[in-house]
């Protein structure tokens, strides 16, 4: 099974596309997500800090991700 993540914001350059699909087998840790988040997308270690949102909600450190998930990975955000 797998999920569809979502890039937005210079995830979007750094990633080299605005979405993918990555193979998941079970449900995964967030932190094991960023993880296999990072070994496919390497760039992405240049952003300092993102948010996650799985399924249109933010995640929290004990989320899970399930395959058929979508993930979206949600840089930081300025402006007046």
């Not at 596309?17 to 449900?27: A, G």
């Not at 249109?56 to 402006?79: L, M, N, Q």
Request: charged share 15%.
């Amino acid at each position: 099974m797998s999920i569809t993540v979502l890039f937005f914001g210079m995830a979007t350059d750094l990633a080299g596309n605005s979405s993918t699909t990555l193979v998941l087998n079970n449900e995964i840790s967030l932190e094991n997500f960023k993880i296999k988040l990072f070994e496919s997308f390497p760039e992405l270690k240049n952003m300092q800090q993102f948010a996650i949102a799985i399924n249109e909600t933010y995640a929290v450190k004990d989320s899970t991700i399930k395959p058929g998930d979508t993930v979206a990975i949600i840089p930081p955000v300025s402006g007046g």
